[in-house]
Structure formats: C-alpha cells, structure tokens
C-alpha cells in the first residue's frame, strides 16, 4: 500500500521560513513526480510546486515564484518544499501528490495517483 507521509507544517510569522517534507512509502519504484498542493477553507485547491522524477524540471504557480523551491533527496526518497518569505495568504493545509510517471506532472490535481494527508501551515501577519 502506497503512502505519503508528511511533516514540517506549522505556526509562524509572516516573512518567515518553513521546509514541508514528503516521503512516500511502498512504491518500489523512483520513477514519480511529486506536486504540491495546498487549499485553503472554502477555496478550490490549488497548485503550487511540482518536480519531476529526476529532480531536474521543476514548475511553480506564479504566487510562489522566487519564495517556493521544490527539491527532492533520492536518496531519502523525499520531496521537499522550502517556503521562504512567507505571507499570511499562504496559510493553508499543503498537501502532497504524486503521479506514476517519467514525465513533468501538471497542475492537475486529477492526474495524480496518492495524497498525503495534509499539513497546516499558518502565517500570521
């Protein structure tokens, strides 16, 4: 069975750091991409970060460009999302995603194939 185990959420202040990390489990392969998504109450969910199998192509919505990195460990077998600057509109529960495959994900959160359980991140401002 497949999971996606995540950490890293949390409170802090606006202009402030965080690293979210997700580590899948029982896939047996590294052939994946990894999104990141995140969604906050009574809002659609929305894309904000994904890489692709290599680790080499990476995408980000245009709200997090230049604060966001994605990154992934091979070696660790986990993903990661390093959150600088942040705002208090970042505030939401992320969550991880991930698609069977060796191309670059999209932003679609329909074609990914195992979520994580979520992680709340608040900023106050």
């Known amino acids: 069975q497949v999971q996606l185990v995540e950490s890293g959420g949390g409170l802090v202040k606006a202009g402030d750091s965080l690293r979210l990390s997700c580590a899948p489990s029982g896939l047996g392969t590294t052939l994946y991409g990894m999104g990141w998504f995140r969604q906050s109450p009574g809002k659609e969910r929305e894309f904000v970060a994904v890489?692709?199998?290599?680790?080499?192509?990476?995408n980000y919505a245009d709200s997090v460009k230049g604060r966001f990195t994605i990154s992934r460990d091979s070696a660790k077998n986990t993903v990661y999302l390093h959150m600088n600057s942040l705002k208090h509109e970042d505030s939401a529960v992320y969550y991880c995603?991930?698609?069977?495959?060796?191309?670059?994900?999209?932003?679609?959160?329909?074609?990914?194939?195992?979520w994580g359980q979520g992680t709340q991140v608040t900023v106050s401002s």
């Open positions: 890489i692709d199998w290599t680790g080499r192509i990476t």
């Open positions: 995603a991930l698609e069977r495959t060796a191309e670059l994900p999209t932003a679609r959160p329909t074609e990914y194939d195992y």
